[in-house]
Every structure is written in C-alpha cells, then in structure tokens.
C-alpha cells in the first residue's frame, strides 16, 4: 500500500509539474526576415521586419474580407488589416527587443506597413523605427513571443540582413532550435537578472552585430 | 487494509500534500511573475533548464500534430481518406494539447480535491466539458464565419468576450468554493476536541445527510462492482464525510452528490467548457475556408475526444491521491479531518486563484491575440 501510494503521489507530482511548465504553446507560427536600417553615419536607425504566417492563420486572418477576386488579396485590399496588426502589435512591443551595449532601446510606431498574400499565406512587412538612432559596439535584436503563442522562426535563406552597415561589422544569429550551448549561455548572462527573463526567452531568436 | 498509519508515513504524506500545494502554487505564481509587464527580476530560475527536456518534447509533439493538420485538410479535398489521418492527428493533438489551465485542466483537477468528487465523476466531467468546448468553437465558427461570413476581428472579438465570461466564471466559481470550503476549514479548526466519528454533533440535519451519504455509498457500490480495494477506499472516505456532516450548518456541495449532483457538476462544466481552444477555432476556420468544413467539425470533436482524456486521466489521478490523504488522515479524528479540509480549502483557493489571475491577466497562457 505504501509503495503505491507513494507512486501515485509522485505521478500526481510529474503531471502537475509538466502540466505547469507546458502551459504556454504556440498557435501561429511566423516565419521571419528582418533588415538592420543603417544611416550614413554607421548609427542603426531600425529594424524591417517581414514576417510571414502559417496557412492555418493566414486562412484565418483573411476570413471574411472582401476581395475582386476569389482567393486573392491586394496589397489594397489588405490595408485594414495591416492596420489593425500594427495597433495590436502595439501591446506586445511588437515581439522586437532591442539592446545597444547592454541598454534598452525602445521603437516608434511602425511605418511602411502592407500586407501581401502569396501562395495562401500572408506576410506583414513594417519598419519599426528606432526612439534614438544609436550607435553600438554591440547591438542585441531579439524577436520572440514571452508567452509563446506566437512561435517565431527566422527564415532559413537570408534571415537577417545589416543594410548600410559600416564596414567590418559582424553578424551572428542564434536560433532558439539550434539547442546550441552559446545562445542558452548567453541568454542567461545577459537576462539572468534582467526584465526579460522567462519561459519565453527559451524561444528567442537572437541578433548580435559587433562593429568595431 | 491498515487504518491506523504509523506518524512516518502521516508524514511523508503530509510533504507529499505540501509539494503538490507549493508546486501548483508555484506555477500559478511564475506565470504572475512572468506576466508581470514591469518584469519583477526572478531569483529561481534553475529549474528552468531542467524542465524543457519534457516541456520541448511536448511542444514539438503538439506542433508536429498541429501543423500537419492544415496539409491533410489540403489533401482531404482530392482525397477522401486524408481526413482519416485527419481525425487522428486531431486526436494526438488533443492529447497533447491539453496541458494548461486554460483549458480548465488545474479547475477539474482543483474542483475535484475541494469537492470530494468521486474518480468516475471526475472522468464524467472531463468528457462533458472536453465536448462543450468542441460545441462552443464549432458554433462560434459556424455562426459567425460560415452563416455571418464576419472577418476574423469579429470573430476574435467574440471569442475575446467568451473568453473574459469564463474567466469571471472561474473566479465566481472559486470564490463559492472558498466560501464553502473557508467556512469547513474554519469550523474544523475551532474543533478543539476530537469527536467520535459516528456520535457527530446533533443537529437537525444530521439524519438527512448521513442517509444521504448511505446512498451516494450504495451508488458507488453498485458501479465499482464489489471489489475489495473500493470498499475499504470508500469506507475510509465516509468516515471523513460523517465527521464533517456533523459539523456542517450550509448545503454543502457533497449533499448534492450522487444522481442529482448533475446541477452542480453542470456549474462545472459550463465554467471550463464556455472556454473555447484557439487552435480548434483557428482548424475550423481553415475548413471553411477550403471548402471542407464537415471536416473541421469533425476534427474539432477529435481534438475535444483527446483533451477529454488527458485532463479525465488528471482528474483520476487528483482523486486518488485526495483518497490516499483521506485514508491516512482518517487514522486520526480531529487533526484529520482538518488536514483534509485544509487540503479542500487550498483547492478551493487555487481555483479562485486561477480565474481572478486569468481575468486580469496576470495568467495568460490561452490568451486569444487578436491581430
């Protein structure tokens, strides 16, 4: 009897324990592009963003639009929406976090925002202009979702791209499902104690660009 | 079968009750803390690491299920039998998916403890529910998407607003069990000394409730069939039942118990199952829009069926171990009964805990994101 109930005990404490950490899981999957605005000055301006979504999303988001042609979506007919994802984006300080040498740095509102509709999947493109243009020895641009409905990917072909950069500057992206050793570790050195750290943080999609 | 336990397994089961309290308490307070916009710095993360072994291994499973579904629709459309694979990758996501209190799993689970419910109700309500939440998506889908061909900002209006009603509906619901349950805890303490069992305290409806319980036993009996484990299990439990009846001035909710409980269980599974899944709307939605909608709704019950049995094999497991607590304490007469309606109280608080914290969005682990 003992042992049995010890057992169930112990089961009851596994389930509560995986039920607690599994809690978040995402339901719209986005698949990422963004470019590093640079000015003339080597100072980085912002970041545009291209992100596509899943087809179950994407069915979704355009459900109920009108459009001339059935199955299709201009860039025009799409503009409410685009309208309506930037004003909610808003709220979740558009899953874009940015750090110039270990300072926060915060965006505007976005600009140049459209929607298009390709091969049934939509894709959002915007620019998020930075607050104050700065100019780091190391920038850290993180996208990811701290709640984790939203699953953020970076594309497999040319996922971040430096325009304008200064010569000599050095990207390295960290994927959350490369499981490498450098972006956990680093993750928690730089998060640790910092307003970021969360279950989210596990799924972060990490920038770094070091310029001399 | 031994009723009297010796003070070393009192013991252990007592830090078992404590961790099981201080983990769903934790959980329940990391989501507040990681919610928390102004991010209040968290000291323990250790744990963290440790975790995403099972946790990864979860969420890749439920992705991999989730994302395959779209591709089957598509394929259903040219081939009937895709929708075969179709059902059952609902039902494998379903299983998997239902991991978190937002699909009322930690409410079931919490209700069940704080309400003495029995292991088969449990398994009852999970179903009821599982298939409430199915219904509910399916008419918002239907009504809103299919009939009102409304854009996905009025349906995820609609969808925000069920979601706040069940939130307000949890709370509403863990504030009548803290209630209850408070004022048990609370009549339990002042219990100085220890009373017979049987004796109780006189009072005008003690006949009414113990005959009550004699037939919500009866009940059991005839469903479990006779085996000898049940008895004894269920002998252990009545013996808590009569000591707090004794004592009980409200109609407690284990009065309503048996056949007629379903009004209560009803409260139960309105409050968990009014709550739709995102991901059943977001499936629906892609079938409607290829045409195949049948499908969705067919999906959407499969799903429904896989969430029913994990959160029903919970539920069985919270039961169980509120049985084993009640078995060991009953060895004692006061300290006892207090300790088990100190579990049922922590219950209670639990799910008063989880609709105030999903109402004001310090929970947000189902959140419905509209963008």
New interface residues.
């Given amino acids: 009897?003992?042992m049995r109930?010890?057992f169930?005990?112990l089961?009851?404490?596994g389930?509560?324990?995986?039920?607690?950490?599994?809690?978040?899981?995402?339901?719209?999957?986005i698949t990422a592009t963004s470019e590093l605005l640079y000015a003339a000055d080597g100072s980085v301006t912002g970041v545009r963003h291209a992100w596509t979504f899943?087809?179950?999303?994407s069915?979704?988001?355009?459900?109920?639009?009108e459009s001339k042609t059935k199955g299709a979506y201009t860039r025009e007919e799409l503009g409410p929406?685009a309208q309506?994802?930037v004003e909610?984006?808003k709220e979740?300080a558009y899953f874009t976090f940015a750090k110039a040498d270990g300072k926060k740095e915060r965006f505007q509102e976005p600009i140049d925002y459209f929607l298009d509709y390709k091969d049934a999947v939509l894709t959002l493109h915007f620019t998020l202009p930075l607050k104050n243009p700065v100019k780091p020895r190391q920038l850290v641009l993180e996208v990811f979702d701290?709640?984790f409905?939203?699953?953020f990917q970076m594309a497999k072909d040319n996922p971040v791209k430096l325009v304008g950069a200064p010569g000599g500057c050095q990207m390295k992206l960290d994927r959350p499902s490369d499981g490498s050793a450098t972006a956990?570790k680093l993750n928690?050195q730089t998060f640790?104690?910092?307003?970021?750290?969360?279950?989210g943080m596990?799924f972060a999609n990490k920038i770094t660009v070091d310029c001399p | 079968?031994?009723q009297h336990l010796s003070p070393l397994?009192r013991g252990?089961?007592a830090c078992?009750t404590v961790?099981?309290v201080a983990?769903?308490a934790?959980?329940a307070l990391?989501?507040l803390?990681?919610?928390n916009p102004?991010?209040a710095?968290?000291?323990t993360?250790a744990a963290?690491?440790e975790?995403?072994g099972?946790?990864g291994w979860?969420?890749a499973k439920?992705?991999e299920f989730?994302?395959q579904?779209?591709s089957t629709i598509r394929a259903a459309k040219s081939d009937g039998s895709a929708v075969w694979t179709l059902l059952f990758i609902s039902f494998a996501y379903g299983i998997f998916?239902a991991?978190?209190?937002?699909h009322g799993?930690?409410v079931i689970a919490s209700y069940l403890v704080a309400n003495r419910e029995t292991a088969r109700r449990g398994i009852a309500l999970s179903f009821a529910s599982a298939l409430m939440q199915s219904l509910v998506a399916i008419l918002i889908v239907g009504i809103s998407?299919w009939v009102l061909?409304?854009?996905?900002?009025?349906?995820c209006r609609a969808e925000g607003a069920v979601e706040i009603a069940s939130y307000a509906l949890i709370a509403a619901f863990g504030l009548r069990l803290v209630w209850v349950k408070g004022g048990a805890f609370i009549r339990a303490l002042q219990t100085t000394q220890p009373v017979p069992a049987i004796a109780g305290v006189p009072h005008v409806h003690h006949h009414h409730e113990i005959h009550d319980h004699h037939d919500h036993d009866h009940h059991h009996h005839d469903h479990h069939g006779h085996d000898h484990a049940h008895a004894h299990h269920h002998h252990g439990h009545d013996h808590v039942h009569d000591e707090h009846c004794g004592h009980s001035h409200g109609p407690t909710p284990s009065e309503l118990a048996g056949p007629g409980g379903w009004r209560r269980g009803f409260a139960a599974i309105l409050t968990v199952g009014i709550r739709p899944c995102?991901?059943a709307?977001?499936?629906l939605?892609?079938a409607?829009?290829?045409g195949l909608f049948w499908a969705g709704i067919a999906a959407t019950f499969l799903m429904g069926l896989g969430t029913a049995i994990t959160v029903a094999?919970?539920a069985v497991?919270?039961v169980?171990?509120k049985d084993?607590a009640a078995r060991?304490s009953a060895g004692r007469d006061g300290g006892g009964a207090l300790f088990m309606r100190g579990i049922e109280f922590g219950a209670a608080g639990v799910v008063l805990l989880f609709g105030v914290g999903l109402l004001f969005g310090y929970i947000?682990?189902?959140?419905t994101?509209?963008?």
């Fill in positions: 009897m003992g109930a010890l169930g005990w089961l009851a404490v389930l509560t324990l995986a039920s607690g950490a599994a809690q978040a899981h995402p339901h719209v999957w899943d087809d179950m999303f069915a979704y988001a355009v459900q109920g639009l929406l309506t994802n909610s984006l979740y701290r709640s409905f939203i699953d956990q928690e640790l104690n910092g307003e970021n750290s969360n279950f596990m | 079968m031994k397994a252990l089961i078992a961790v099981l983990i769903v934790d959980a990391h989501d803390l990681a919610q102004f991010g710095p968290r000291p993360q963290e690491p975790a995403s099972i946790v979860l969420l439920q992705s989730y994302r579904m779209s998916h991991a978190g209190p937002g799993k930690a998407a061909n409304a854009t996905a900002k009025t349906m995102s991901g709307i977001l499936v939605v892609f409607l829009a290829q094999a919970i497991v919270a169980s171990a084993i060991f947000a682990a189902e959140r994101t509209c963008f």
